[in-house]
């Protein structure tokens, strides 16, 4: 029988490579990979335990909440919060940032997570996901704000676990992508797609077409050449997705290339997108491209956007480079 090499031993092995790592990050990331098993759990008894449906409460967003989306952010929250490995936290869920409660030590990273993406899909099985981006933290006293709102390229780890016909998980620690799958015999996750990376081309977009008139017109030029096909300038006929599941198609374009878009949009100025920086956008853009594909803004690369706020949206393009770079030309000469 083939060795299986577990996500434990493959975290310890790649971290001895790297100076300057405690084990206290292991241990970090043993956690968050519990709280996410424990979350699978949930997701896949749903209605068996009567935990599908609206929760009849909004969020920062304004966002209607599933039950769901509160259960996987207070399971991350408990798996989280005692282990003295953490400054602090931020959640999708969770209009403020999360102290560490007084009677737990504290840790030197902050971890910042959309606890259950795609949720809106739970009531109809479709795949969803957690999604989570890790950050050092120095402060010697309690981390405010400020101490979120750093650039993506200053992530030490992002991931993220998509709950779907497999559950599987997706990390970088910047030296590359591995996806490991959720062996349910024995709990562990296995390593199975070592060293992931993205086709530099592709034929298959994804972008929800019902915006098409609240969009720019560098996103229109792009959707509407890769619609003429092999008749029109692209030579290539193109295939659409969309699952309305940010977790499933970036898995995706991992797995086979594509372009995932969800661009700015006219028609609220103050949300100049529908995604999050610093819980969707970062992690899934330091994945993408340690992966070998892009992220942009359409106007800057994701990894570099100054935050602003906790729960700041921002455009999202990102898959193969080469139609990232296509749409950040389009949006240059705009
Ligand atoms: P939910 O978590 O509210 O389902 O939103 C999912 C998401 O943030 C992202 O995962 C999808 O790509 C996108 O929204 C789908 O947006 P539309 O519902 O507007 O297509």
Redesign the pocket.
């Known amino acids: 029988m083939t060795h299986k090499i577990t996500l434990t031993q493959f975290i310890i092995e790649q971290q001895r490579d790297l100076a300057d790592v405690s084990g206290t990050f292991t241990l970090l990331l043993t956690n968050i990979v519990m709280a996410c098993k424990q979350i699978a759990h949930q997701v896949n008894r749903g209605n068996l335990i009567g935990v599908l449906g609206s929760a009849d409460t909004e969020n920062i967003q304004g966002?209607v909440q599933k039950k769901l989306d509160i259960i996987s952010h207070d399971i991350m929250v408990r798996a989280l919060n005692w282990t003295g490995q953490l400054a602090g936290m931020a959640s999708e869920e969770a209009d403020e940032i999360i102290d560490i409660p007084l009677q737990y030590p504290k840790g030197k990273y902050l971890v910042l997570f959309d606890p259950?993406?795609?949720?809106?899909?739970i009531d109809i099985n479709l795949s969803v996901g957690s999604i989570f981006s890790i950050l050092r933290c120095d402060a010697a006293a309690e981390p405010t704000v400020a101490d979120f709102l750093r650039k993506g390229s200053e992530q030490v780890c992002a991931g993220f676990v998509i709950y779907g016909p497999a559950t599987m998980l997706v990390l970088t620690t910047g030296h590359g992508v591995n996806g490991f799958t959720l062996d349910q015999a024995i709990g562990e996750f296995i390593l199975t797609h070592p060293s992931i990376t993205i086709p530099e081309a592709t034929q298959e977009f994804a972008i929800?077409m019902s915006n098409y008139r609240h969009w720019e017109a560098p996103v229109r030029r792009y959707v509407d050449e890769c619609l003429q096909g092999k008749e029109g300038v692209r030579g290539k006929d193109f295939n659409m997705r969309?699952i309305?599941?940010?977790?499933a198609?970036v898995y995706r374009i991992l797995m086979r290339g594509g372009v995932f878009l969800?661009p700015y949009d006219l028609r609220d100025p103050s949300k100049p997108g529908?995604?999050r920086l610093l819980y969707?956008a970062n992690p899934m853009a330091l994945i993408i491209e340690q992966a070998g594909g892009a992220c942009s803004t359409g106007r800057k690369r994701m990894l570099d956007v100054q935050p602003e706020s906790l729960h700041q949206r921002v455009p999202v393009m990102l898959g193969s480079k080469q139609e990232v770079e296509r749409l950040i030309h389009y949006h240059q000469m705009s």
Not at 116 to 121: A, F, H, Q
Not at 244 to 247: F, G, I, L, N, T
């Open positions: 966002e259950l993406d795609g949720s809106s899909n929800n969309w309305a599941s940010m977790v198609e969800y529908r995604l969707e």
